[in-house]
């Protein structure tokens, strides 16, 4: 963050023999002797010297001895903070990485005096203002703005100066840190470029520092890949779903899918409540060797081949009777209701019937995500229990999009 510092505190030190008169005037130089007070009685009568003291703490006390208007031997304190700012944080959009280490160069330095007035000692004072602006290599200048004071006070009716220390803008030294940050869908990546200035004032050095942020876009996030239940070589849509009766008491629930050179028969193992999703397999054919025409309405399995291919299940004097086509085969299949109550088969279409069925209620195929070259179809069916309840089963199936 950009600093300022003014602390306040007291002191002196041991002063000098040497008189210290009043330099040259800083260019431009207000008259260090604006209108006196009416009052004369803080006007010394002799100079004896000046010293000055700098504090880490960013304050400086400067001390005068001399002989007042008394004519005994007396001293003068000014104490003042030493106050600097840098500009604050700065974040800069790029539109690349940056190559190579920030650099800076240096604007010369600048100092001017404010206009001069009277303390409550009847001391001239006036604050000096410093600028140092150090330009950076992405374009970024960051100014260091100081202020410090000078003090006169009359002695035998002529300003005499204070001792202050001098001041001296240093170099500046960039410590850089890269990172990364994510937003939406997009990665940028960052450098953070730690900026520290050195100012030497008397013999205390202080360091002022701000972050230059440069900010610019990485790539675009790498979105996870939806989960799935089971992937299939091709392109496929959903045709049909029913129950499949493999041998006596086992049954999978089977949704088929065509694609441009396979039948794909997705078989869902269940539990033994017959309410739960175990297990999830692509068992695939030919279509060269079985028919897909619009009377399949279901699939059957057919124990020679241990395959399943379509079908077409038709109500058969209170039961079910399946037929299907394999390499030109006939493949049927009956059932009564009493033998599928029996083995747990209640998928009953109406609550007020207890009548079963081998098909589903609710079912829905449709794509319900992208991710690279592949579509993610999700099936969801309503099916009963052995319990009677009502369950609702979802899979997922990854297959090419195209």
């Known amino acids: 963050m950009g600093l300022v510092v003014a602390l306040c505190a007291t002191g002196c030190s041991g002063y000098s023999d040497e008189p210290m008169k009043a330099p040259q005037k800083i260019n431009p130089q207000p008259d260090p002797q604006p209108e006196k007070p009416t009052t004369d009685s803080t006007e010394w009568k002799n100079f004896a010297g000046t010293t000055h003291k700098v504090y880490p703490q960013s304050y400086v006390i400067t001390k005068m001895y001399g002989l007042n208007h008394k004519g005994e031997k007396d001293s003068l304190l000014n104490r003042y903070p030493f106050v600097r700012s840098l500009k604050n944080d700065t974040t800069l959009y790029l539109k690349e990485a940056p190559e190579g280490n920030l650099s800076y160069s240096v604007s010369p330095d600048a100092t001017w005096l404010g206009e001069f007035t009277f303390n409550a000692q009847n001391d001239s004072c006036a604050t000096i203002y410093g600028k140092k602006s150090y330009n950076l290599s992405n374009g970024v200048t960051l100014t260091l703005s100081t202020e410090r004071m000078t003090y006169y006070h009359t002695i035998d009716g002529k300003p005499w100066k204070y001792s202050e220390p001098q001041q001296k803008f240093g170099s500046m030294t960039i410590t850089p840190t890269f990172g990364e940050f994510i937003r939406n869908d997009s990665i940028f990546g960052t450098r953070d470029n730690v900026c520290k200035t050195y100012t030497k004032l008397g013999t205390e050095t202080f360091v002022d520092s701000c972050v230059v942020r440069e900010v610019w876009f990485k790539a675009v996030k790498e979105i996870p890949e939806p989960s799935y239940n089971v992937v299939c070589n091709e392109a496929v849509s959903h045709i049909a779903s029913s129950m499949v009766e493999i041998s006596k008491n086992n049954w999978k629930n089977v949704h088929l899918m065509v694609g441009k050179t396979q039948l794909h028969a997705i078989v869902c193992t269940t539990d033994s409540h017959n309410d739960k999703v175990v297990g999830v397999e692509d068992k695939p054919v030919a279509l060269s060797r079985v028919v897909v025409n619009n009377q399949v309405n279901s699939a059957i399995f057919d124990s020679?081949?241990?395959?399943?291919?379509?079908?077409?299940?038709?109500?058969?004097?209170?039961?079910?009777?399946?037929?299907?086509?394999?390499?030109?085969?006939?493949?049927?299949?009956?059932?009564?209701?009493?033998?599928?109550?029996?083995?747990?088969?209640?998928?009953?279409?109406e609550s007020n019937t207890s009548k079963p069925t081998p098909f589903f209620t609710g079912v829905s195929a449709k794509v319900t995500a992208t991710w690279h070259e592949f579509s993610y179809t999700t099936i969801t069916w309503v099916k009963y229990s052995k319990e009677g309840k009502a369950c609702t089963n979802v899979i997922v199936v990854k297959h090419p999009t195209k």
Do not use: C
């Open 304 to 349: 020679q081949t241990g395959l399943y291919t379509t079908s077409s299940i038709t109500p058969d004097n209170g039961g079910w009777s399946w037929e299907g086509f394999i390499d030109g085969r006939s493949i049927v299949n009956d059932l009564g209701n009493q033998q599928a109550i029996e083995e747990g088969i209640k998928n009953f279409m």
